[in-house]
Each structure stands twice: as C-alpha cells, then as structure tokens.
Nanobody, 121 residues
Framework: QVQLVESGGGLVQAGGSLRLSCAAS????????MGWYRQAPGKQRELVAG???????TYADSVKGRFTISRDNAKNTVYLQMNSLKPEDTAVYYC???????????????WGQGTQVTVSS
C-alpha cells in the first residue's frame, strides 16, 4: 500500500509564500518521477513542477521564477516552495509519483488526496 500525503496548503495574501510537502510512504522500491499538479475550479489538472525520471526538473511557464521544487530522497519527500503567489495560483494542489513497489513490478502512478491553496487579492 502506497500513500502520498500532502501538507502545507492554506490561505495566503497575494505576494505571500507557502511551502507544500508530499511524503510517499508504504512499500516503495524506487521512485522514478515525482511532482506537483494543480486543478482550479472549472479547469483541467495541470503540471506545476516535477522531477523527471532523469532527475531534471520541469516547471509550468506560469510558475517559473516563483516556485521551486526540491526533494529529500532519504525521506521520499518532495517540496514545493511557492513565492510571489498570485490569485490565479488558487487551486487544489496534488502530489503525483511514478514508482515501483518491488523491482519485478512495473512502474505505477499514484496521486495524493490534494491540498487547497487559496491566494486572496
């Protein structure tokens, strides 16, 4: 059983900062990729930032220069530091991971339950 547990969401004024955390727990053999998506009301879920299977980082154009993704491999945890927040960043933020629970098993995709980020103007 694998769980991705997010924390750190909340209400913040425009220009403020928040730091999201996502910890993967359970039977984990390896994590290939891990990152953050978000979904605003009435909109499709979109990639915000992530670590690719090659270890590089990728960011949505809308958050470049404001958001930074980092990770602690020993803790199977990724973080999203969000600075200079804007009202349009308001969304439910979801953690996502491609991982293997055993070396003989295929990579599977997992989602967290989501954490609400609300940015007031």
């Amino acid at each position: 059983q694998v769980q991705l547990v997010e924390s750190g969401g909340g209400l913040v004024q425009a220009g403020g900062s928040l730091r999201l955390s996502c910890a993967a727990s359970g039977s984990i053999f390896s994590i290939n990729a891990m990152g953050w998506y978000r979904q605003a009301p009435g909109k499709q879920r979109e990639l915000v930032a992530g670590f690719t299977s090659g270890g590089s980082t990728t960011y949505a154009d809308s958050v470049k220069g404001r958001f930074t993704i980092s990770r602690d491999n020993a803790k199977n945890t990724v973080y999203l530091q969000m600075n200079s927040l804007k009202p349009e960043d308001t969304a439910v933020y979801y953690c996502n991971a491609d991982l293997k629970t055993a070396y003989w098993r295929p990579t599977a995709n997992y989602w967290g339950q989501g954490t609400q980020v609300t940015v007031s103007s």
